[in-house]
């Protein structure tokens, strides 16, 4: 896909399917901004939590 990105030459697209792309790519920013970064950042803050306290089990014992 992101071969044909790289090769769309927008510069040819029609008004209705530049607006079209338009929207389409707007969807897609609005699903990883709304969906898949909050999921992302909740399970870097949930392995970070982990480390801690994996590290603190091993201050504990040593």
Partial sequence: MNDQLE?????KLSA???RTLEAQLSAI????????????SER????EAAERNQQAQAAAVA
């Fill in 7 to 11: 090769r769309l030459d927008v510069t």
């Fill in 16 to 18: 209705e399917d530049a």
């Fill in 29 to 40: 920013v609005h699903h990883i901004s709304e969906d898949v970064m909050p999921r992302v």
């Fill in 44 to 47: 870097r803050t949930r392995a």
